[in-house]
């Protein structure tokens, strides 16, 4: 048996520290759409809408509530600074999705905007955007590409609040794509 020399102990000590850094990456700085990374950086995020935000929590091959059969990569942020009813921090919510599940997404986002009163038009954030419009009010997204499509969406905004995001909506979304 040889021993192992300082060479060996180098690239291991190298392979170990890659390792290490890679696990202690934060979520939200991962590759865009990647395994394990949001679609969209805290930096980006408050960047479009003027507001401190946090990346709460991250869960890869998340069953989406409306659509059990479909797994997401689900990222939930927070903004302390935009209490919503109750105190509760403003949380905007994205999913991404990719292959089959695209179209069944899309589907969903489309009879969801329309059922219940909303207009499904394009966003000129980025090819593939749309939003759904109620009343004037722009709280959901999407964004879509050739093999991914991020739903980007208000999970608890009031009306007020969705009101004044309404105009920085396509800002997140040019961000996603």
Not at 43 to 55: F, G, I, N, P
């Amino acid at each position: 048996m040889t021993r192992p020399t300082a060479a060996h102990a180098y690239v291991l000590g190298l392979a170990i520290a890659a390792v290490l850094l890679a696990a202690c990456r934060p979520h939200a700085e991962t590759a865009k759409g990647g395994a394990g990374g949001c679609s969209l950086t805290v930096a980006e995020l408050s960047k479009a809408t003027s507001l401190s935000w946090e990346l709460k929590e991250k869960r890869d091959d998340h069953p989406l509530e409306t659509l059990e059969s479909v797994k997401a990569s689900v990222c939930l942020y927070t903004a302390a600074d935009a209490p919503q009813a109750g105190s509760d921090p403003l949380v905007l919510r994205t999913d991404t999705v990719g292959g089959k599940d695209v179209s069944a997404v899309r589907q969903e986002f489309t009879e969801s905007c329309t059922e219940y009163d909303g207009k499904v038009r394009e966003s000129p954030a980025a090819d593939g955007a749309i939003v759904c419009d109620r009343d004037g009010a722009v709280a959901e997204g999407l964004v879509e590409s050739v093999d991914r499509l991020v739903s980007v969406y208000f999970v608890n905004a009031d009306k007020t609040t969705a009101m004044k995001l309404t105009k920085k909506f396509d800002a997140i979304l040019r961000a996603v794509g």
